[in-house]
């Protein structure tokens, strides 16, 4: 009896064992729970801007000193006593008008005395005409006195020339300068009475590198800045100079700058800039380019995506870079936020131009 009811529970436990085996089976073959899918990273915030063609100029620049179109210092080719100045500092005069008269007392009087024996041959010789018709005068004593007609004459004009060495004009239309001398003063050769500028319009004379020779042409247009007036002023090239300078390896190069309000004045700074180009192209940012060694790339928006692209780079102006080739117009570039993209990277674009 001991032994059948060992063998029950003997069955009973095997069958109890296999029962937790097969349970343990079936959950070992079933697959895991899935584990809660993560959310995807939000779009990375960037400003784009739809690329366009503008005109693109390439530019030379230097540094010029503005003269004036005509300038010089009035002053005597002899030495004598002002006598009297008809202008007023800074007025405005014209070719041939009287600046300056000298003491010519002197000169006057020798010319009243030169005009008398003029008259005096001229009579003579009337008188000598009349009787060499009749031929009751020599033909030798006729002769004589139409000589000394010819030496009074000169003598005139020899002492008018004396009167206009102290009678000083205005060589051109101008504006004077300041006086520096007054009536009475002794004056002597070359000593500065004031000075007469054409402001009309004015020479404004640069230097230019020799490698840009072929860049130069007369009638070419320049801009000219004055950082005094806060200003531009237009021009063009009205000379070139024949030589190079050996040492600078330079080119002297003159522009004329109407100046018919007479804002301009000689001695004036200028900063010069000379367009040697112009052509259509694509400008860029420079803030929106990225350089490996003598690569450059940028980023593009492409459906929603970033996109890195190669480009090759023209010239520079401040704040933007020329692209000349590897872009198009019409392309949206990421100019801002370019800091972390990658490849393929969703983007969102927000302010954009």
């Not at 010029?64 to 009297?84: F, H, M, N, P």
């Not at 500065?192 to 402001?199: C, E, H, N």
């Not at 072929?214 to 002023?233: H, T, W």
Request: glycine share 6%; with cysteine.
């Amino acid at each position: 009896m001991f032994g059948a009811n060992y063998s029950h529970s003997f069955r009973s436990i095997l069958s109890y064992s296999s029962v937790c085996l097969l349970s343990l089976s079936i959950l070992a073959c079933q697959p895991a729970p899935e584990a809660a899918a993560p959310k995807g990273r939000p779009p990375t915030p960037v400003k784009v801007q739809t690329l366009k063609t503008e005109l693109i100029q390439t530019r030379l620049q230097a540094l010029g000193s503005l003269l004036a179109r005509e300038s010089v210092d009035i002053s005597s080719s002899v030495t004598e006593k002002i006598q009297s100045l008809h202008f007023d500092d800074g007025q405005t005069v014209k070719s041939g008008d009287l600046l300056v008269t000298l003491e010519q007392a002197e000169e006057a009087a020798q010319l009243k005395s030169a005009r008398a024996d003029l008259a005096e041959h001229e009579r003579e010789l009337q008188r000598l005409k009349g009787l060499l018709a009749k031929q009751s005068a020599a033909q030798t004593e006729y002769d004589q006195r139409q000589t000394s007609k010819l030496r009074a004459e000169s003598k005139i004009a020899e002492i008018s020339a004396l009167l206009n060495e102290r009678s000083i004009r205005a060589p051109f239309s101008g504006v004077v300068g300041l006086r520096e001398l007054s009536p009475g003063a002794l004056l002597s050769p070359g000593t500065r009475i004031t000075s007469l500028d054409d402001l009309s319009v004015m020479r404004l004379d640069f230097y230019i590198p020799s490698l840009n020779l072929k860049a130069l042409a007369l009638g070419q247009e320049i801009i000219a800045r004055s950082d005094a007036l806060n200003e531009d002023f237009s021009g063009h090239i009205s000379a070139i100079d024949s030589r190079i300078d050996p040492i600078k390896r330079s080119l002297k190069v003159r522009a004329l700058i109407p100046n018919a309000d007479g804002h301009l004045k000689p001695g004036m700074l200028m900063q010069v800039v000379l367009i040697t180009s112009e052509r259509e192209g694509i400008l860029i940012p420079e803030s929106a380019l990225l350089s490996e060694q003598l690569h450059h790339y940028v980023w593009l928006l492409s459906d929603g995506k970033a996109e890195q692209r190669q480009v090759e780079l023209g010239v520079r102006k401040p704040g933007f870079v020329e692209i000349r080739s590897g872009l198009s117009a019409g392309e949206q570039l990421i100019y801002e936020g370019i800091g972390n993209l990658q490849a393929g990277m969703a983007v969102a674009p927000q302010g954009n131009k």
